[in-house]
């Protein structure tokens, strides 16, 4: 996995966690919804970016 692709899913991790903190300070559930949405995604992305790393070795 390239050194930018990995700051990419922090981010996208990051930004979905501070999205899901924003949804429960604020009582709004579609938000929170959204926010562990985008950390699950980027969760997935960086899976997928170990499996390619793994074919390659």
């Known amino acids: 996995m ?3 692709q990995k700051m990419e899913n922090a ?3 990051l ?4 999205k899901e ?3 429960k300070a604020a009582g ?14 980027a969760d997935v992305k960086q899976a997928a970016e170990k499996v390619k790393d793994a074919a390659r070795h």
């Open 2 to 4: 390239s050194t930018k």
């Open 11 to 13: 981010a996208d991790k």
């Open 15 to 18: 930004k979905g966690k501070a």
């Open 21 to 23: 903190a924003a949804g």
């Open 28 to 41: 709004d559930r579609p938000m929170v919804a959204e926010g562990k949405a985008q950390q699950a995604k």
